[in-house]
């Protein structure tokens, strides 16, 4: 079981943050996204335009929002050096956006497959990711078998990756559940989440707690 982590206060500039992605969402779910406009986003978040563009460039950027997973850099300098089975390893190493958003991440994703322009531009933010992930994999591969040939480093990197992202997603899912709870009252946090992904992985690899 890890060590729980205490929970972080959202600053004044999170709220507003928070607020106008909301409030865009919302509004694109319910007028489509060509007749949204920034104004109409402000209005709704109860802000000037003057203060939306200290958050994003764009209703677009609002759209998308600035939560992504993101990688942990101690965890993943862990991972490196890990000899464990590589996905238990791999838990954490990518942390995803905060459980105490304001809307839900489903409806953030309905929005953004809904737009071509949208889509792609969260796609390349996904690759970004991924490649980031699999230099960080492919780091682990040398380390742990050092005798691999180099042309075999890559596809092996290239398979845990897509593993990876898979648990990702699941944790993602896992999130949502956790997000769940705390707003039915109970305090479930992000460490609880990995906790229970870990027992998961166990299962399903058949080895003992982590």
Same mark, same amino acid.
């Given at each position: ?18 607020? $106008? *992605?909301?409030? #865009?969402?919302?509004?694109?779910? &319910?007028? @489509? /996204? ?10 709704? #978040?109860?802000?000037? +335009? ?5 958050? /994003? ?13 993101? $990688? ?7 991972? $490196? ?38 889509? #792609?531009?969260?796609? +390349?933010?996904?690759?970004?990711? &991924?490649? *980031?992930?699999?230099?960080?994999? +492919?780091?682990?591969?040398?380390? !742990?078998? %050092?005798?691999? %040939? ?15 992202? @898979? ?12 997000? !769940? =709870?705390? =707003? ?14 870990? *027992?998961?992985?166990?299962? $399903?690899?058949?080895?003992? %707690?982590?």
């Amino acid at each position: 079981m890890s060590e729980k982590s205490a929970p972080v206060a959202r600053s004044r500039g999170e709220r507003t943050a928070d607020a $106008i *992605e909301k409030a #865009a969402l919302e509004l694109v779910v &319910e007028h @489509g /996204y060509a007749d949204v406009t920034v104004a109409m986003i402000s209005e709704a #978040a109860g802000i000037s +335009q003057r203060t939306f563009f200290n958050h /994003y460039p764009t209703k677009e950027d609002a759209l998308l929002g600035r939560h992504m997973p993101r $990688i942990d850099q101690s965890a993943a300098r862990r991972f $490196i050096v890990g000899t464990g089975p590589v996905l238990l390893d791999a838990v954490g190493i990518v942390t995803p956006p905060p459980m105490d958003l304001p809307f839900s991440l489903e409806e953030r994703m309905r929005v953004v497959t809904s737009h071509p322009d949208l889509l #792609a531009a969260q796609m +390349q933010r996904i690759f970004a990711l &991924e490649e *980031e992930l699999d230099e960080i994999i +492919q780091l682990r591969v040398r380390n !742990e078998h %050092p005798d691999l %040939p180099e042309e075999e480093v890559e596809p092996t990197a290239e398979m845990i990756t897509s593993l990876i992202a @898979g648990m990702i997603r699941s944790l993602g899912h896992l999130s949502h559940q956790g997000s !769940e =709870a705390r =707003a039915e009252g109970g305090e479930r946090s992000y460490d609880d989440v990995l906790d229970r992904a870990r *027992e998961l992985l166990a299962t $399903i690899l058949h080895v003992g %707690p982590a």
